[in-house]
């Protein structure tokens, strides 16, 4: 990488109106040179991976995040990082046409034209078809709808851009990766607003995979007037979840949740206190489920769950707590107590035995502790908690990212289709439970 004077990383932490007069007051060709200089501008999302020490062995950037966070311009940038360091350099540049090629990542807005530096040459030749890059490089551009095209040209480097808009993802993808061979470390940028095909699960499980990523909302150069209209219009909802926080939402067949059925189910979120709930009812008891975790590398999962005057129940919150020892995650069970009013606190004890119900009690005496023991997989005693969502008996009231992607991956009959344990999950079906479904060790379908 090119060297980058040290004090420019210092930029980005000054305030807002110590850099305006900087800027102001320093010579044209400073000005210059720091409107240009990408490090200290990029917002965490936007920097690339190390590419020395750990976890520098890395073949795949993807960059999976919202609509405006800056996919585009981190994918030029690290394009013309790139060639700036290798002479010759030969750069394959795919999207889902060759228009969108041009338009987008060549001629955009935010694209290699404009985040070239002063006296670079980028210059798009269409009669060749060859986009001319400084140090003697060229882009070459290419369609995911027509793989044949990727078969045989060999690549030092790559930029693939909105993969869930080529026509043919997979035959594109292998013939680029097979053809991804020249120079010592041949690598690619994908830029992406996630979309659930299978290409982009598989890109993100592949060992030599780093992902970054971000919610519209941490580009701060966006209007404010847009942020608020889309937030607005959007927020809260699978497409906002999709489009604005950069979250992959993917469907399993067969899933004892949908996202539909989950959006379905959504209201507005409810506050802490005697608030009404959606259909007017008050809150007439408050369960926080517990999922302690097997060990203090995991989460222990923590749901607050309500029931209306009404009998519809609410999904409140989710104060789960990730990597944390026993006495913060049992501190994290008291604040949320609190908070809510919880009325019980249900702990599976299958984890620990009564060492759970102690550790709670050893940082709230009086929290109203009840253990309980699961003899069932986790899925399977999911079952008549989804029956109530699909019954209109149940809620969420709010947003849950990480819950909500939990509970699609529960499968009928006990399987969850991720790696780890559903542990914000399985605390939402013990708080439901003990609502909705009578105080039974373990639940049952009954009649809805």
């Known amino acids: 990488m090119n060297a980058v004077p040290s004090w420019l990383g210092a930029l980005a932490g000054l305030e807002e109106w110590r850099l305006s007069r900087m800027l102001r007051n320093a010579p044209a060709p400073i000005r210059r040179r720091l409107f240009e200089e990408w490090s200290w501008q990029a917002h965490s999302g936007q920097r690339e991976p190390p590419s020395t020490g750990s976890g520098s062995d890395w073949r795949t ?45 060549i001629e955009g807005e935010s694209g290699l034209k404009a985040a070239a530096r002063t006296g670079e040459k980028v210059r798009w ?53 097979l053809g991804l061979r020249l120079g010592m470390k041949p690598r690619a940028v994908v830029t ?28 701060v150069h966006l209007p404010a007037d847009f942020v608020d209209a ?45 608030s009404p709930a959606e259909g007017g ?39 789960s707590a990730e990597r944390a020892r026993p006495e913060r995650w049992a501190a994290a069970v008291a604040r949320a107590a609190d908070a809510w009013r919880a009325d019980r606190v249900i702990a599976e004890a299958n984890q620990g035995g009564a060492m759970v119900e102690t550790v709670l009690r050893a940082v709230e005496q009086a929290l109203p502790v009840k253990l309980r023991h699961a003899s069932e997989a986790k899925g399977k005693r999911a079952e008549p908690v989804a029956a109530l969502f699909e019954a209109g008996r149940a809620r969420f009231a709010g947003s849950f990212p990480e819950l909500e992607n939990q509970l699609v991956a529960l499968m009928p009959g006990g399987g969850y289709a991720e790696p780890g344990s559903p542990d914000r999950a399985d605390a939402m079906v013990w708080a439901l439970s003990e609502l909705m479904l009578g105080r039974r060790s373990e639940p049952r379908i009954r009649a809805l």
């Open 281 to 319: 009812g008050e809150m007439v008891r408050i369960v926080i489920g517990v999922d302690p975790p097997a060990g203090e590398n995991g989460t222990c999962g923590i749901v607050v769950a309500g029931l209306a005057s009404d009998g519809m129940a609410y999904v409140l919150a989710d104060a």
């Open 125 to 177: 030749r269409p009669s060749r078809s060859i986009l001319e890059l400084p140090n003697d490089a060229i882009g070459l551009p290419y369609s995911g709808a027509r793989p044949a095209k990727l078969r045989g040209p060999q690549h030092h480097f790559a930029w693939c851009d909105e993969i869930a808009k080529w026509r043919l993802p997979d035959e594109s993808w292998d013939n680029l990766m």
């Open 230 to 274: 889309v937030t607005e219009a959007y927020g809260g909802t699978r497409l906002g979840r999709q489009e604005l926080d950069g979250v992959y939402l993917e469907e399993r067949e067969g899933a004892l949740w949908t996202r539909a059925l989950i959006e379905k189910c959504r209201v507005r979120p409810l506050s802490p206190g005697p």
């Open 192 to 219: 992406t607003t996630p979309q659930p095909i299978p290409l982009l699960k598989r890109i993100q499980r592949l060992k030599g995979t780093v992902t970054s990523g971000g919610r519209t909302i941490d580009n």
């Open 61 to 105: 950037w993807l960059i999976m995040a919202g609509r405006g966070f800056g996919k585009t311009r981190a994918g030029a940038e690290w394009v013309l990082a790139r060639v700036r360091e290798t002479e010759g350099a030969r750069v394959a540049l795919v999207g889902g046409t060759i228009e969108e090629v041009v338009k987008v990542m």
